[in-house]
Nanobody, 129 residues
Framework: QVQLEESGGGLVQTGGSLSLSCSTS????????TGWFRQAPGKSREFVGA?????????YYADSAKGRFTISRANAQNTVILRMNSLKPEDTGVYFC?????????????????????WGQGTQVNVAS
């Protein structure tokens, strides 16, 4: 069993920045990647970005996140950070992190909910206009 916990959500003004953290635990199962998704009110959950844990730690981003969001690993590599800059009201939603338990290379391995086996509970991000 892999446990994930998101933190860092809150209220920010348009144009502001926010960093979300996803801590991962559960030693018996290897994690090969972490994805970030978000769900706006009344909408389905959508892919934001992801990082592959092995190799060079390649990252993948949805078009909505490119150039504004950055994903990285920290704290002995068990924490994944989603740094969000130039935030817009449409970035408002609940942000979830999720764990991949098999290795894969390529955007198509990370952009769907079915690519992940474990999920956190989510953290709320509100961007005020």
């Amino acid at each position: 069993q892999v446990q994930l916990e998101e933190s860092g959500g809150g209220l920010v003004q348009t144009g502001g920045s926010l960093s979300l953290s996803c801590s991962t635990s559960g030693g018996a199962i290897s994690v090969y990647g972490t994805g970030w998704f978000r769900q706006a009110p009344g909408k389905s959950r959508e892919f934001v970005g992801a990082i592959r844990w092995s190799g060079s730690g390649r990252t993948y981003y949805a078009d909505s996140a490119k150039g504004r969001f950055t994903i990285s690993r920290a704290n002995a590599q068990n924490t994944v950070i989603l740094r969000m800059n130039s935030l817009k009201p449409e970035d408002t939603g609940v942000y979830f992190c999720a764990a991949r338990v098999s290795d894969c290379i390529g955007y198509g391995c990370y952009d769907e909910e079915d690519d992940y086996s474990y999920w956190g509970q989510g953290t709320q991000v509100n961007v005020a206009s």
